[in-house]
């Protein structure tokens, strides 16, 4: 059995609790070790952590959908491992019109150089899309044209081949790697 989205302590416990009273569990910890099994966890306080950790996830993002900066960067200091959720919710609004979550997600920590899922640079999302605005406003924002993809290698630029419509983005791809070496070629 797999856990729900939002599991529920409280509801849990008293899976646990109903055990205990039918017979089918001695004590409670061995209920409660039962229903950590049946979900796939080796013990309960395993389990529990699991729960604890979804719930702050919960947490951050819904802070991060009502733009609320103090409650993302305490939930970020109290769970520093939580810095990819960050990472995934500004791939996700790297679509047109989203420029405001865009920028909360950076002031509030977001790299816009992140590997989403820890293998899709953010810049991937605009471009597979075919979206000139949030393509601009990542590079602008320090984005580098030039990352890749680590599992294959590609980068941005190598995504053109597979789109046909991208010939709106790769030009803004390109200008934004040229100036980039440029400026590096400059300084050494």
Known sequence: MQLPERPNLRH????????VRT???PTL???QFQIARQYGFPSWPK?????DQREKASQLKQAIATGEVAAVEKLLAASPEFRQLLIEELMCASQPGQTAKMEFLVRAGA?????????FPVIFCPCENVQPEPLKWLLDHGADPNCIQPKTGRSALDLRRFRE?????FPKLTQASLRRYFRRATTD
Request: proline content about 0%.
């Open 23 to 25: 017979g089918a569990a």
């Open 111 to 119: 790299d816009v150089n992140g590997l989403c899922w820890g293998s």
């Open 12 to 19: 849990l416990r008293d899976q646990a609790k109903d055990l």
């Open 165 to 169: 419509a991208t010939s709106v983005c």
């Open 47 to 51: 389990l529990k952590e699991q729960v």
């Open 29 to 31: 910890a061995d209920a």
